[in-house]
């Protein structure tokens, strides 16, 4: 089964970098000439651990001798998401180990969930006939199949709850014109979701930056955003791989990444298959895109988002003008605060591997039809960080 390569994220500000540097340097020759007070039997880190690849943050990785775009940064240690208030655990929470019973908050504040290894978790929108959201059904409304047999819904609930957002905007040549519009209908996102979720920003072209990593604060999301450099292509498929690799290290359990690109893809390493690999691991995140697409290259465009919105259980949108794109992110806020969590125990064991298909129905009264988004399968076991707030 392929595992597509993740990608590093280029620094951008080259001086906040050598000033990190230099005080890290500085400090690493204070350290050394203090004694040490460590414990002798405290273990050392692993080597070799945290040397795949990813997504690198502005604040924490600081380049060694080569400039930014002399090469991109290795890895660095997970970063935890910051900006969460302090809430108080949900009642009914479940002990680590067992299903889900709610969100819950950890020491920092971060809202996570407690499930079992071998349970899977869904987000799933429903509408009815008129595409209107429907958020009254109970757990007896729904019916899950997996590789087209019925699952056992283990716990079931409907809330607001924080998520994990990358917002991945296109910087290339084309979007010059388009940028204010975007990046305005990118905040109106933020701030008509919950209060308590993290949001990244990468902006990518040719190459693609992480301009601002996890956080809650409007003025740093505003100010990343505004980092425009309107120029060469779109490596949209490696910028969306190496977002979803830097998903994995919120805590948060839900996730989404909300796409606005104006052209086809013409620069990744990746391909678009690869891209749909890496969202459908287990616990990926749900696409949300807006194209901007004109008459060229139009057609296959608009299939690539399709299908990276369609395979995740979100949406694609293409507004045949621009002045639309800020009532679409916020629908798309709406429609992400009134989803519906399932989760299940597969019966098929976790270790056999392969791609598991999922469908979801629901029926209920008054309702003459009703629609189920939520992700089309996934490949069981490569990515647990929603099941109990880490990562395998």
Known sequence: MYMPKLGTMLLRNRLACVLVFGVFIVSLAWTQTQPSTTPA???????????????????????????????????????????????????????????????????NGVFT?????????????????????ITNLGKGDFAVFENS????IRSFRQEDI??????????????REKRDEVNKAA????????????VFVVNF????????????????????????????????????????????KSKLQRKVLFI??????????????????????????????????GTEKARKAKR?????????????????????????SRSIAHDIRNQYTITYTPTTPKNVGGFRTIHVDARARPYKKLTVRTRSGYYPGQEQAGAGGGTN
């Open 304 to 328: 690539a988002l399709e299908i990276l919105a369609d395979r995740t259980g979100g949406i694609s949108f293409f507004p045949p003008s621009l002045g639309e794109v800020d009532d679409i």
């Open 41 to 107: 039997s405290q273990p050392a880190p692993a080597p070799g651990q945290g040397q795949q690849p990813t997504l690198a943050s502005p604040e924490q990785n600081p380049p060694a001798q080569n400039a930014p775009n002399q090469g991109k940064p290795p890895n660095q240690a997970p970063a935890s998401p910051s900006g969460g208030q302090q809430a108080a655990p949900a009642q009914g929470q479940a002990p680590p180990g067992q299903s889900p019973q709610g969100p819950s908050a950890t020491d």
């Open 113 to 133: 969930f407690t499930a079992k290894a071998e349970e899977v978790t869904l987000h799933a929108t429903v509408v009815d006939e008129r595409n209107r959201l």
């Open 205 to 248: 072209n040719d190459e693609y930056y992480l301009d601002q990593e996890f956080t809650a604060d409007i003025k740093k999301l505003q100010s990343a955003l505004e980092h425009v450099e309107s120029r060469g292509g779109t490596a949209l498929y490696d910028a969306i791989v190496a977002s979803a690799d830097y998903l994995t």
């Open 149 to 152: 047999q019925p699952q056992q």
């Open 187 to 198: 905040l109106n996102l933020v701030k008509a979701s919950n209060p308590e979720d993290q």
């Open 162 to 175: 924080p998520v994990a957002i990358g917002v991945v905007i296109d910087n290339s040549g084309s979007m």
């Open 260 to 293: 606005v690109t104006d052209g086809e893809d013409d620069a990744s390493q990746e391909s678009l298959e690869q891209a749909v690999h890496k969202l459908q691991q287990e616990n990926g995140p749900t696409v949300y895109a807006i194209g901007l697409l």
